[in-house]
């Protein structure tokens, strides 16, 4: 099967990410999810934020997998 390009597609992602006020080469940084659990362990709710700082972001991910990184700011 041959690959396809579909325009409409590719439209409709560029308008979204307007929408976000986020330019459309931002693919350097993952969206933070918060979820907030109701007592008996139930998501409840799940709130999403675009973080903009590169570092910050890239030292998280790091600290996840060294326990030396966990002491930065």
């Known amino acids: 099967m041959p690959w396809h390009f579909d325009p409409a597609v590719r439209d409709q992602i560029v308008a979204r990410y307007k929408a976000l006020k986020l330019p459309t080469y931002w693919g350097g940084l993952n969206a933070e999810l918060t979820a907030t659990f109701s007592k008996g362990g139930e998501v409840r709710s799940v709130e999403i934020a675009y973080p903009r700082d590169t570092v910050s972001q890239y030292l998280r991910y790091g600290a996840m997998y060294d326990q030396g990184l ?4």
Do not use: A, C
């Open 70 to 73: 966990r002491k930065l700011p």
